[in-house]
């Protein structure tokens, strides 16, 4: 584990490791993370599969998400904890 990993795991809230990696990326002179989105938009049930690139690393999670805003946020949590 990288130590800017051991940081974010800390005191990271499960709906904030979007935010956070985000800061970290400015604090540590890191591009920005991207997010890439896969949906299925059906009407009845959308689901999203989001990746993200966070300091020149591709992480994709691995099942569906029923919100992008959740899709984005599995995404940056397993770029922490990885």
């Known amino acids: 584990m990288e130590h800017w990993q051991s940081l ?3 005191s990271v809230g499960r709906d904030m490791y979007k935010n956070h990696l985000q800061e970290l990326a400015q604090r ?7 997010f890439a ?4 938009r059906h009407d009845h049930a959308p689901r999203f599969k989001a990746s993200v690139n ?11 998400c029923t919100t992008l805003r959740q899709d984005e946020h599995a ?3 397993l770029s922490i904890i990885r």
């Open 37 to 40: 989105c896969i949906g299925e």
């Open 75 to 77: 995404a940056a949590e």
């Open 28 to 34: 540590s002179c890191f591009n920005l993370p991207s």
């Open 8 to 10: 974010l795991i800390i």
């Open 54 to 64: 966070f300091n020149g690393e591709i992480f994709d999670i691995s099942s569906y």
